[in-house]
């Protein structure tokens, strides 16, 4: 039983999906799985456990930001045996070609924060990347479901407001589609502890033109990108 998980051995499935919101990760469950039960109410980051077509697949909130999700990440992993992660959460556009409501999937992910650094004695800049075969397997089920998807580098950042969106512009002109909080961090543990993890994201506004979606937009198209993580976790 983990620190701030709290789950028996044996009540997580190999396969976890991680969204920020523990109520989305709740929503998730019901609308997704079969069977689904609650193994953690600690602190309100709420996981639970059913099936999905068949297979064993958790859920389980991982809160905001890289310190939060890599509590939840090494915790999965250590103590409960977890191979494979799939972030599901928003982000916001850097570029001008992204719409409202697409999908992306983070092939890599930057980030302004010192954990790395840290990790490396402030002597290599480690670049976190995305499971190969997770993410080869996300755009092939995101084809099978006739849903757009990109595939590209993101940024995630440690703060959520920032004094400098000058940097996101210059991030867009190397690449970097969008930004959000955790991938970096979920990247970074998975492969130390040598799991699969993977980030799929729905745009939910653009810093670039200045656009954002509704609730109900943004919860439609989070469907979608659940149904791709879903597939992606159990083939």
Request: charged letters at 20%; glycine letters at 8%; proline letters at 4%.
């Amino acid at each position: 039983m983990s620190t701030h998980i709290g789950a028996a051995p044996g009540e997580i499935a190999p396969r976890v999906l991680m969204p920020g919101d523990p109520l989305r990760a709740k929503w998730i469950a019901e609308t997704f799985l079969t069977d689904a039960k609650c193994y953690s109410t600690v602190r309100n980051m709420f996981g639970f456990t059913g099936t999905y077509n068949g297979v064993p697949v958790s859920v389980q909130g991982s809160g905001m930001g890289m310190p939060s999700a890599s509590i939840y990440a090494h915790e999965l992993i250590n103590e409960y045996g977890v191979t494979t992660l799939i972030r599901v959460g928003t982000c916001g556009a850097l570029t001008a070609d992204l719409n409202l409501r697409d999908v992306i999937a983070a092939s890599g992910s930057s980030t302004d924060s010192n954990m790395n650094r840290f990790r490396f004695d402030g002597l290599i800049d480690y670049a976190p990347v995305a499971d190969f075969g997770l993410l080869r397997t996300a755009v092939d089920k995101a084809e099978a479901r006739n849903i757009a998807m990109t595939v590209g580098p993101i940024l995630a950042a440690d703060a959520f407001y920032t004094d400098r969106p000058d940097l996101y512009d210059r991030l867009a002109e190397y690449g970097v589609l969008a930004v959000e909080m955790e991938s970096a961090a979920l990247y970074t543990i998975a492969a130390r502890y040598k799991a699969k993890a993977l980030t799929l994201l729905t745009v939910s506004d653009n810093l670039k033109t200045g656009e954002a979606s509704s609730a109900q937009e943004r919860q439609e198209t989070f469907a979608q990108m659940v149904e791709v993580a879903l597939d992606t976790a159990i083939a």
